[in-house]
C-alpha cells in the first residue's frame, strides 16, 4: 500500500512538475515576443533620438554660416567681395566629413530640383520631399536594409530663410552670386532636406545582450518561483494529503472490518429467521390464523431487512473495488424463477399481479448468475414497492437483434414494467444515485435507496446498460441490456462474493 501511495504521490509530483514547467515555457515565449518586440521599439526610438541631435547640430551649423554672411563677404573697408563660404557649402562640406570620418553614418542634403548630380534624392529622400511638400510632415523615417545591414533612416525639411534668398529667390532665372540661376522661391519654401543614415548594428548588438541578461533574470525568477511553489505544495499539500490518504485507507480497512462483521453478524441472523419460519410454515401441526399471520409478517419483513442489508453491503464492497463478478454459464429461466420464488409471496400480499415471459430464443448466457439476480430482484422490488394493490408488475426477457443491443453483439433485454406512481422528471437524473428515492413508495414501506444504483452499477459490470421510461401517474419500465457473453475480463476476475 506503502508503494502505492508512493507512486501515486511520485505521479502527482510529476504532473505537477511537467505543468510548472508548460507554464514556463509558454511564458518565457509570451516573455521573448513581447521583449523582442519592445527592444525593436527602443532601438528605433534611440536611432530616431540620435538623428534629430544630428539634424539640430547640423542646422546649427548652416545657421551659423548664414548669420556669418555679413561677416564673411565683407571687407574692413567696407566693400561686398563674395569668399564662396555660404551655408549650403559650409553644410554639406560638414556633412561629408562627417560621413568620411564615421563608421556607415551618411548624411547629405538633397533636394527636388538639385543644382549638383549629387543632390538627387533617391527613393525614400523623394517619398519624404513629397511629404513636406504637401505639408503632412517636417520629418520622415523609416529603418531598412543597406548593403545586406538594418539602418535607420531619418530625413528632416529645410525652408529658405532670408538670407537664402539672394541665391535662390527673385528674379527667377537670374543669376546669383555662385553663377547658378536664381529659381524665384520666397522665404518659408520648401528648399529641400537634410538626410540620414544611421547604421542599427551596434544598437541591435545592445539590445540582443538586454534581451539575454533579460531572459537570463526571467529564467532564475521563474525557476525560484517554481522552487517555491514546489516547496509550499510538498509542505502544506502534498504532506497533508498523505496524511489524509493514510487515514483514508485507514478507514478504509475499518470498513471492510465493519462489512464482515455486519454479513456475519446480521445476514446470518436474518437468514436462520428466514429458515426457521420456513420450517414452521412447512410443520403438520394446525396452526392459528393469528399466528400464522404474525409468522408471515416476520418472514416477509426479514426478506425486506435481508435484502437491505445485502443491497448495503453490496454497494459498499463495489466502492471499495472488493465486489467482482465471476461468469459462468447462466440459464436466465432459473434466474427468474429465483427472484419469482421470493416476489411473488410480495406480490400475493399487496394484492399486485405479477407476471413473466422469457423469449424461448435466449440461449444459455455467459454471465454472473447472482449479479443477473441481484439486477432483476432490485427492479421487482423496486416496481412492487412503487405499484398500488390491483396493479400489476410484468417481468419479460428477449434476445436483442443487433440494433437493439448495439455494437455487433448478442443482448438480453430484461425488461420490468409496472403500473405504478411514474417518476417525475425532476428525479429522473438522479434515481440512480445513492440513497435515492424518488418518492414514498404505493405500498408505505420505504428504502435504502441503493436498489437502482446497484442495479446500474452491476449492469455496467457485466459489460451492460440500463435504460428507464416512466410517465407520471400510469407507471415506468426498466430495462437492462446484458451482454449474452460478458465481456472477457470479467471471466478471468475472481474473488469474493
Known amino acids: 500500500m506503502d508503494g502505492v501511495k508512493g507512486c501515486s504521490m511520485r505521479g502527482l509530483s510529476i504532473r505537477v512538475a511537467c505543468l510548472a514547467v508548460a507554464v514556463v515555457a509558454v511564458a518565457a515565449v509570451i516573455y521573448l515576443a513581447w521583449s523582442q518586440s519592445f527592444q525593436e521599439e527602443a532601438v528605433r526610438g534611440k536611432a530616431l533620438t540620435e538623428a534629430r541631435t544630428l539634424n539640430v547640430e547640423m542646422q546649427a551649423v548652416w545657421d551659423y554660416i548664414d548669420d556669418s554672411q555679413p561677416l564673411i563677404n565683407v571687407n574692413d573697408d567696407g566693400s561686398y567681395s563674395f569668399k564662396g ?13 562627417f560621413t568620411r570620418d564615421s563608421e556607415g553614418y551618411v548624411i547629405r542634403y538633397v533636394r527636388e530640383d538639385p543644382r549638383s548630380s549629387t543632390d538627387v534624392p533617391d527613393e525614400f529622400e523623394a517619398e519624404a520631399l513629397a511629404r ?39 528674379p527667377a532665372g537670374e543669376p546669383d552670386v555662385t553663377g547658378f540661376l536664381k529659381e524665384g522661391m520666397s522665404e518659408g519654401d520648401l528648399a529641400g532636406c537634410v538626410s540620414m543614415v544611421i547604421p542599427l548594428g551596434s544598437y541591435e548588438a545592445e539590445a540582443r545582450t538586454e534581451l539575454a541578461a533579460s531572459l537570463a533574470f526571467f529564467f532564475c525568477l521563474a525557476t ?29 480497512e475499518e470498513k471492510s472490518n465493519f462489512l464482515a462483521i455486519m454479513s456475519h453478524e446480521l445476514r446470518t441472523p436474518l437468514s436462520s429467521i428466514i429458515a426457521f419460519t420456513d420450517i414452521w410454515e412447512r410443520s403438520q401441526r394446525v396452526k392459528d390464523p393469528d399466528e400464522q399471520k404474525l409468522v408471515q ?4 419483513n426479514s426478506v425486506v431487512l435481508l435484502g437491505m442489508v445485502n443491497n448495503t453491503i453490496d454497494v459498499a464492497r463495489l466502492e471499495a473495488g472488493r465486489f467482482e463478478v465471476q461468469c459462468d454459464e447462466v440459464d436466465l429461466v432459473d434466474v427468474l424463477n429465483a427472484v ?27 454471465s454472473d448468475w447472482e449479479a443477473l439476480r441481484k439486477i432483476v430482484m432490485n427492479l421487482v422490488s423496486n416496481a412492487l414497492k412503487f405499484t398500488e394493490r390491483g396493479g400489476s408488475v410484468a417481468v419479460s426477457a428477449r434476445l436483442a437483434n443487433t440494433d437493439e443491443g448495439g455494437g455487433g453483439e448478442a443482448c438480453v433485454l430484461i425488461e420490468v414494467a409496472d ?28 428504502g435504502s435507496g441503493l436498489g437502482l444504483f446497484l442495479v446500474k452499477n452491476l449492469v455496467e459490470r457485466l459489460g451492460g446498460s440500463i435504460e428507464m421510461e416512466s410517465v407520471p401517474g400510469e407507471g ?7 451482454p449474452v457473453v460478458c465481456p472477457e475480463e470479467c471471466g478471468e476476475q475472481g474473488g469474493e462474493r
Not at 539602418?151 to 528632416?156: E, H, I, L, Q
Not at 525560484?224 to 478504509?252: D, G, H, K, M
Not at 415506468?476 to 446484458?482: E, G, K, L, M, Q
Request: charged content about 20%.
Open 340 to 366: 419469482f420464488a421470493v416476489a411473488e409471496p410480495l406480490a400475493i400480499k399487496q394484492g399486485i399481479v405479477l407476471g413473466k415471459s422469457v423469449d424461448p430464443d435466449i440461449p444459455i448466457m455467459r
Open 132 to 170: 513636406f511638400e504637401e505639408g503632412v510632415a517636417t520629418e520622415h523615417y523609416a529603418v531598412s536594409d543597406m548593403d545586406g545591414q538594418p539602418v535607420f533612416r531619418y530625413a528632416s525639411q529645410l525652408v529658405l530663410k532670408r538670407n537664402c534668398l539672394q541665391c535662390h529667390g527673385e
Open 224 to 252: 525560484a518561483i517554481v522552487l517555491v511553489v514546489a516547496f509550499a505544495l510538498r509542505r502544506w499539500v502534498a504532506r497533508p494529503l498523505e496524511a489524509a490518504n493514510a487515514q483514508l485507507q485507514n478507514e478504509s
Open 85 to 97: 563660404v555660404y551655408c549650403s557649402v559650409a553644410g554639406k562640406a560638414i556633412a561629408k566629413r
Open 476 to 482: 415506468s419500465v426498466f430495462t437492462a441490456v446484458v
Open 419 to 446: 403500473t405504478g406512481c411514474g417518476i417525475d422528471p425532476d428525479d429522473r437524473a438522479r434515481i440512480f444515485s445513492r440513497f435515492t428515492q424518488a418518492s414514498a413508495t404505493a405500498s408505505g414501506r420505504g
Open 297 to 300: 409478517e416476520i418472514k416477509e
